[in-house]
């Protein structure tokens, strides 16, 4: 699988930091996402799919490869 974030999107909720924080993670002076991960291993689907579709503004995108 394969994510992007659309930064102009991003809110700095934290919905993705606490669905998948190995994946992703939120800038501390600006509070919008950062993607650690934007290949993750598929067991990581459930928690990357939790945090695309918790993201109140769907600023995740995931694709395949």
Known sequence: MRLTVDQQ???GS???VMAAPDVFGQCEEEGH???HDPG???ERRAAVSRAATGCPVQ????SQK
Not at 59 to 62: S, W
């Open 9 to 11: 999107r991003c809110i």
């Open 59 to 62: 600023a995740i995108t995931i």
């Open 33 to 35: 996402v950062l993607l």
């Open 40 to 42: 993750p291993a598929e």
């Open 14 to 16: 934290g919905q993705c």
